[in-house]
């Protein structure tokens, strides 16, 4: 079995770098990314080599896939990117958690 957890910061810092990712389907879990444009997913041994080998073989597919990779971690995987949604959702749930205040606090009236 594999197991795998938490945030995906190896591959979001290897992305940013420009560094190829080949990863499993369970290892990139959460992030935004897709086979084939901006990361390499092969979930079978023998297809995670074969990809892992076309970096080497193939110098346009890892270009294309590793400056995709890196304007994906600049759009949405920076610090402020990141602060500012978690900032959208607090406020979220700061506004649902005040309206169900006030409606029952009508209510009671």
Known sequence: HRIASGVRFKILEAMAMKLPVVSTSI???GLEVTDGENILIADR???F???????FEKESIRINLTEKAS???KEKYTWQNVGQRLNWIYENFLRGVNGKNNKSNDQEE
Do not use: D, M, N, Q
């Open 71 to 73: 304007a994906l971690v």
């Open 27 to 29: 290892g990139c879990e």
């Open 49 to 55: 080599a074969r990809k892992v080998v076309s970096l």
């Open 45 to 47: 041994p023998e297809t």
